[in-house]
């Protein structure tokens, strides 16, 4: 069910006016069990605002108090565990958690298919997520077991102490050995279920440095310096260097083989210990070999 906001008004009003059949409750309980993305982005607040042109994508409400989480067997690499957390190398082609109108084995089930305890987290539907990779981006994902350890991770996320670092093999020869991509991000006015660069869009900075050379482009580390949906793929697509193999952002020669972006390393201070621990890992063979060099 795909709703669009015609006025500035509170999330759970939207409904309830777009919705009479439906008690306010109910439509409390499928935004906080996260049963609805705005403009693709999953909201659990009753009061976030809605904005004149937002879509609203929700499930079935009478399916939509709780979602099924299904234990799958498919393997995990896990980089490190302990009593508060766990570092993953997630695959390519593995979404991270369920959402509405989804029909596929998740990290999360996966991860609970191996007996991993997880924190409740934002939503049922999530447990133990505390920031996302993309369906075909590879690489370090921090999850949380406690309900403790999930919110100092966000809140290390939300303060920007958090690193996080990719590689990525991008289109074209860029000879600018360090650079920062500062352009806001927001849905793509031509298509919403896209971002794009927009003047009205949130705060979004990309830190870049060039590594080498690889066939048909350049090696890139990327520093994340805030999380915005596909904000590398974006930004890098903005300024003419688009990531090889994106399927969505990429011009259509450009799109040949997978995504060529992975979340090398992953920093942050522990929950528990306070010391700050940091995790590596290579990208998977089908990642361009030229950024051993880099």
């Known amino acids: 069910m795909v709703l669009t906001a015609d006025a500035k008004e509170r999330l759970d009003r939207f409904l309830a006016k777009s919705l009479p059949e439906h008690s306010r409750s109910k439509l409390v309980r499928v935004i906080s069990d996260g049963g609805l993305t705005v403009d693709g982005k999953v909201i659990t607040k009753s009061s976030f605002q809605v904005e004149p042109g937002m879509s609203i994508q929700l499930e079935e409400v009478a399916n939509s108090s709780a979602h099924t989480l299904v234990p799958s067997d498919i393997p995990i690499h896990v980089v490190y565990e302990d009593d508060s957390l766990l570092v993953v190398d997630k695959p390519r082609g593995l979404v991270v958690h369920p959402a509405p109108g989804l029909n596929e084995p998740t990290l999360v089930e996966a991860l609970l298919g191996r007996g991993t305890k997880l924190s409740e987290g934002s939503a049922a539907f999530r447990p133990g997520i505390v920031h996302r990779l993309d369906k075909e981006t590879t690489g370090l994902l921090v999850v949380a077991k406690t309900d403790a350890a999930h919110a100092n991770l966000a809140a290390q996320i939300e303060a920007k102490t958090a690193g996080r670092e990719y590689l990525a093999v991008v289109k074209g020869e860029i000879e600018r050995e360090k650079f920062t991509i500062d352009a806001p991000l927001g849905p793509d006015p031509r298509d919403r279920t896209k971002r794009a660069v927009v003047s009205n869009g949130k705060v979004a900075i990309t830190h870049l440095r060039r590594l080498g050379r690889a066939d048909g482009g350049t090696i890139l580390e990327a520093r994340l310096e805030t999380g915005r949906t596909h904000q590398i793929r974006v ?11 994106d399927s969505i952002y990429a011009p259509v020669e450009t799109q040949v ?3 060529q972006l992975h979340a090398y390393r992953l920093a942050f201070e522990h929950p528990l210990t306070g010391e700050r621990v940091s995790f590596e890992t290579d990208p998977p063979a089908d990642f361009n070999s030229a950024w051993r060099n880099g």
């Open 235 to 245: 930004h890098l697509m903005a300024i003419g260097h688009p990531v090889l193999g």
């Open 257 to 259: 083989g997978p995504l």
